[in-house]
């Protein structure tokens, strides 16, 4: 009889421990994901998808989040497809907050990102700004500067400026007999673009080095003949390139039919991905990259595990949601969110406030600073393309 | 509703009018995909004139629309020397013309501690006009449909009226109607200056409710859908376009957006099936005809 009330009371116990530890089954906080999951970047959007279901796991089996009223919630994660598309990404984020999510992860492009945020209320409180008054986080989409357009928008994306600043000097560093740069840029790509003429160009020249021009392609180009018989011509030490994986692999695969003999090979963040290596591995080989995702801490590892688990993979972009997912967590627990029907736009309001007033998070491969216009600066480390891997070459920080 | 469905009002509003641009120029015979290039002209003149020079969005809306039809009649003399494919040719290239020339057109100035004005590849940001002047998106939806009304509203009137029946005959049969005393030359640029002033109204619009464009913004897939609209919708009468844009951003893009690239294949498909199978669209004469005798609304027009 003794032994019956024991496994009775340890199973009583074992029950409440159960509960109390498990998610509120009627409390749920709505996270909505949004980017391209279809045509030619729907890698970024699958990617994204993958790494926020990943981190929405996590935090459900940890026991979910923490609300106001000290229940714990349930994170629940919707994902939409804005193909890229700024009409439709303006769309998707009214359908999203038109609904019960309290913030939206997104978009990945940024052609997306700066239409939607003009669509965004200026000023947070502002009575005569009839803009959507809705958190966006976004993970992807780099584009410098887009933030400071609405205080309703925050970024997790790593800052380019100072990455290249930080690689061109260092391989002037560690190479001083480098003395020219020979630009690649794939012009018609918001970000590509502007990371060339607003980044890689400036910091090559102050780091030393003579720009000896540059050529360009479009995103839907397909032959890079007449580019890279300019690039070959230039007989530069470095050449560096902005563009996406897809032309990337194009330009790269041309320069190996034609010979083209450099020292140094520097590609664009967005490239350091697992595209660029399923697409050219061969001719990627040693392409130095920053980035601000890398397999190197145990989290890291973990966000990337997710990742495959959903049939994507944690890079540079899609590994910044990992980290959006557990900084807003954090967030939503500090600001008392109440995740209720009745309680979304104040809720809202709240992760806005909590967001804008974070001036550091943790991250995936060191802390993050939080600058007051609502963008990061993210930890990063030099990786080079290695076979089927990019491996960590430098790491600035040590 | 709520604010999405609003914004779903505006999007189909837009895309009825651009697909109205098409649709002017469609009746005439002539296919012209040089729509984007005139929706381009209207979002950054009308974009200017508010951002820049602090305009009204009303004046701006026409003074854009009236650059694209000023751009469109200069256009239509030599572009409709050519016919059928030969000005599908023309008027692409000159859709590409008119976007490149905004991905290279840099122009801003400082206003207050911003700079603002188009950027070249960069695009043109911070055209607030409805969020800074207090519209709300209810507003924008309202405005945006006492706009497609009016030119609705024109063109079936001129569609019931002599310049609707000129411009048909000479979608029908160019020789036919040029033996009874019709100027070609005329209709024809005739159409294609309507078609622009509409597009150029929809780019004003378009620059509006987004708040930012770039010259991406207004490739050759913008210039498909607006020939696809009256395509799918039939020639018939102005309602046709208005259904297809309804259908279209409605149905295929917003309802079916989780079918992913699907949603692409589904778009094709659908031009391909109704040229096939319903070569004068969804709603053809004969079944304009048919509806309306069965819901005993009438004779049939003679469209």
Same mark, same amino acid.
């Given at each position: 009889?003794?032994?019956?009330?024991?496994?009775?009371?340890?199973?009583?116990?074992?029950?409440?421990?159960?509960?109390?530890?498990?998610?509120?089954?009627?409390?749920?906080?709505?996270?909505?994901?949004?980017?391209?999951?279809?045509?030619? *970047?729907?890698?970024?959007?699958?990617?994204?998808?993958? *790494?926020?279901?990943?981190?929405?796991?996590?935090?459900?089996?940890?026991?979910?989040?923490?609300?106001?009223?000290?229940?714990?919630?349930? *994170?629940?994660?919707?994902?939409?497809?804005?193909?890229?598309?700024?009409?439709?990404?303006?769309?998707?984020?009214?359908?999203?907050?038109?609904?019960?999510?309290?913030?939206?992860?997104?978009?990945?492009?940024?052609?997306?990102?700066?239409?939607? /945020?003009?669509?965004?209320?200026?000023?947070?409180?502002?009575?005569?700004?009839?803009?959507?008054?809705?958190?966006?986080?976004?993970?992807?989409?780099?584009?410098?500067?887009?933030? #400071? =357009?609405?205080?309703?928008?925050?970024?997790?994306?790593?800052?380019?400026?100072?990455?290249?600043? !930080?690689?061109?000097?260092?391989?002037?560093?560690?190479?001083?007999?480098?003395?020219?740069? /020979?630009?690649?840029?794939?012009?018609?790509?918001?970000?590509?673009?502007?990371?060339?003429?607003?980044?890689?160009?400036?910091?090559?020249?102050?780091?030393? /080095?003579?720009?000896?021009?540059?050529?360009?392609?479009?995103?839907?180009?397909?032959?890079?003949?007449?580019?890279?018989?300019?690039?070959?011509?230039? #007989?530069?030490?470095?050449?560096?390139?902005?563009?996406?994986?897809?032309?990337?692999?194009?330009?790269?695969?041309?320069?190996?039919?034609?010979?083209?003999?450099?020292?140094?090979?520097?590609?664009?963040?967005?490239?350091? !991905?697992?595209?660029?290596?399923?697409?050219?591995?061969?001719?990627?080989?040693? =392409?130095?990259?920053?980035?601000?995702?890398?397999?190197?801490?145990?989290?890291?590892?973990?966000?990337?595990?997710?990742?495959?688990?959903?049939?994507?993979?944690?890079?540079?972009?899609?590994?910044?949601?990992?980290?959006?997912?557990? =900084?807003?967590?954090?967030?939503?627990?500090?600001?008392?969110?109440?995740?209720?029907?009745?309680?979304?736009?104040?809720?809202?309001?709240?992760?806005?406030?909590?967001?804008?007033?974070?001036?550091?998070?943790?991250?995936? =491969?060191?802390?993050?600073?939080?600058?007051?216009?609502?963008?990061?600066?993210?930890?990063?480390?030099?990786?080079?393309?290695?076979?089927?891997?990019?491996?960590?070459?430098?790491?600035?920080?040590? | 509703?709520?604010?999405?469905?609003?914004?779903?009002?505006?999007?189909?509003?837009?895309?009825?009018?651009?697909?109205?641009?098409?649709?002017?120029?469609?009746?005439?015979?002539?296919?012209?995909?040089?729509?984007?290039?005139?929706?381009?002209?209207?979002?950054?003149?009308?974009?200017?004139?508010?951002?820049?020079?602090?305009?009204?969005?009303?004046?701006?809306?026409?003074?854009?629309?009236?650059?694209?039809?000023?751009?469109?009649?200069?256009?239509?003399?030599?572009?409709?020397?050519?016919?059928?494919?030969?000005?599908?040719?023309?008027?692409?290239?000159?859709?590409?013309?008119?976007?490149?020339?905004?991905?290279?057109?840099?122009?801003?100035?400082?206003?207050?501690?911003?700079?603002?004005?188009?950027?070249?590849?960069?695009?043109?940001?911070?055209?607030?006009?409805?969020?800074?002047?207090?519209?709300?998106?209810?507003?924008?939806?309202?405005?945006?449909?006492?706009?497609?009304?009016?030119?609705?509203?024109?063109?079936?009137?001129?569609?019931?009226?002599?310049?609707?029946?000129?411009?048909?005959?000479?979608?029908?049969?160019?020789?036919?109607?040029?033996?009874?005393?019709?100027?070609?030359?005329?209709?024809?640029?005739?159409?294609?200056?309507?078609?622009?002033?509409?597009?150029?109204?929809?780019?004003?619009?378009?620059?509006?409710?987004?708040?930012?464009?770039?010259?991406?913004?207004?490739?050759?897939?913008?210039?498909?859908?607006?020939?696809?609209?009256?395509?799918?919708?039939?020639?018939?009468?102005?309602?046709?376009?208005?259904?297809?844009?309804?259908?279209?951003?409605?149905?295929?893009?917003?309802?079916?957006?989780?079918?992913?690239?699907?949603?692409?294949?589904?778009?094709?498909?659908?031009?391909?099936?109704?040229?096939?199978?319903?070569?004068?669209?969804?709603?053809?004469?004969?079944?304009?005809?048919?509806?309306?005798?069965?819901?005993?609304?009438?004779?049939?027009?003679?469209?």
């Amino acid at each position: 009889m003794k032994r019956q009330i024991m496994l009775v009371a340890a199973g009583a116990l074992a029950f409440t421990g159960t509960q109390s530890a498990a998610v509120s089954a009627d409390r749920e906080v709505h996270v909505a994901g949004f980017g391209a999951k279809s045509g030619v *970047v729907r890698s970024f959007g699958v990617n994204t998808e993958a *790494v926020m279901r990943a981190a929405a796991e996590k935090i459900n089996k940890e026991g979910g989040i923490k609300l106001g009223d000290g229940t714990k919630g349930k *994170v629940v994660v919707t994902f939409y497809d804005d193909r890229c598309k700024a009409e439709e990404g303006i769309s998707v984020v009214r359908r999203i907050a038109s609904g019960k999510a309290v913030v939206a992860i997104g978009p990945t492009c940024s052609n997306v990102a700066e239409p939607l /945020f003009g669509v965004l209320q200026k000023k947070a409180g502002d009575a005569s700004d009839t803009g959507l008054q809705f958190p966006i986080f976004t993970d992807t989409a780099i584009k410098g500067g887009l933030a #400071k =357009i609405s205080e309703w928008a925050f970024r997790n994306v790593p800052n380019e400026s100072q990455m290249y600043q !930080s690689l061109f000097k260092w391989v002037k560093k560690t190479n001083p007999g480098f003395k020219s740069v /020979f630009g690649g840029v794939e012009e018609d790509f918001a970000h590509s673009r502007f990371t060339w003429y607003q980044v890689m160009e400036k910091r090559a020249a102050e780091a030393g /080095f003579e720009v000896k021009g540059r050529v360009k392609w479009l995103l839907n180009d397909t032959n890079f003949t007449t580019q890279v018989r300019q690039m070959k011509k230039a #007989k530069a030490d470095v050449i560096s390139i902005s563009s996406h994986p897809f032309t990337l692999c194009g330009v790269l695969k041309e320069m190996k039919r034609q010979r083209v003999k450099y020292k140094m090979l520097i590609g664009l963040t967005s490239s350091s !991905s697992m595209e660029t290596l399923r697409g050219c591995s061969r001719q990627a080989a040693g =392409i130095i990259i920053p980035t601000s995702y890398a397999p190197v801490t145990p989290a890291a590892k973990e966000a990337a595990a997710g990742a495959a688990k959903y049939n994507g993979s944690a890079d540079l972009h899609s590994a910044a949601a990992w980290e959006n997912m557990f =900084i807003l967590k954090s967030v939503i627990e500090k600001t008392g969110v109440m995740a209720k029907a009745d309680t979304v736009q104040a809720d809202r309001r709240k992760i806005r406030d909590g967001l804008a007033a974070l001036k550091s998070t943790g991250g995936l =491969i060191g802390g993050i600073q939080r600058t007051k216009e609502g963008e990061a600066v993210k930890p990063y480390v030099y990786v080079h393309a290695q076979g089927k891997e990019w491996k960590i070459l430098h790491d600035p920080r040590k | 509703m709520d604010d999405f469905t609003w914004g779903l009002v505006q999007i189909v509003g837009v895309h009825t009018i651009l697909g109205l641009s098409a649709y002017v120029i469609l009746l005439t015979g002539q296919v012209s995909m040089a729509q984007a290039g005139f929706v381009a002209i209207g979002a950054y003149v009308a974009g200017m004139l508010t951002v820049l020079a602090e305009w009204h969005i009303i004046p701006s809306m026409i003074t854009g629309g009236l650059a694209a039809a000023v751009l469109a009649c200069i256009v239509g003399f030599p572009a409709l020397r050519v016919r059928g494919l030969m000005l599908v040719v023309a008027t692409i290239a000159f859709g590409e013309f008119v976007r490149l020339f905004w991905f290279n057109f840099d122009y801003r100035i400082a206003k207050g501690d911003i700079i603002v004005g188009p950027e070249g590849g960069e695009g043109f940001k911070q055209i607030r006009f409805f969020p800074e002047n207090g519209w709300t998106t209810q507003d924008v939806a309202a405005f945006i449909w006492i706009v497609a009304a009016i030119i609705l509203a024109t063109l079936w009137w001129m569609d019931r009226s002599r310049a609707g029946k000129v411009l048909r005959a000479v979608g029908e049969d160019e020789m036919a109607a040029q033996s009874v005393g019709i100027n070609l030359t005329v209709v024809k640029v005739s159409a294609f200056t309507a078609g622009g002033f509409i597009a150029g109204i929809a780019g004003a619009l378009y620059a509006h409710y987004t708040t930012h464009i770039e010259h991406l913004n207004f490739d050759i897939l913008m210039a498909t859908f607006a020939i696809a609209y009256p395509i799918l919708g039939g020639l018939a009468n102005v309602w046709g376009t208005l259904f297809a844009a309804i259908f279209i951003q409605v149905i295929v893009i917003e309802v079916l957006r989780d079918l992913g690239d699907v949603r692409n294949l589904m778009f094709g498909a659908l031009i391909i099936l109704v040229m096939n199978f319903l070569p004068r669209g969804l709603f053809s004469a004969q079944v304009v005809r048919k509806l309306r005798e069965w819901t005993g609304l009438g004779k049939t027009s003679d469209a």
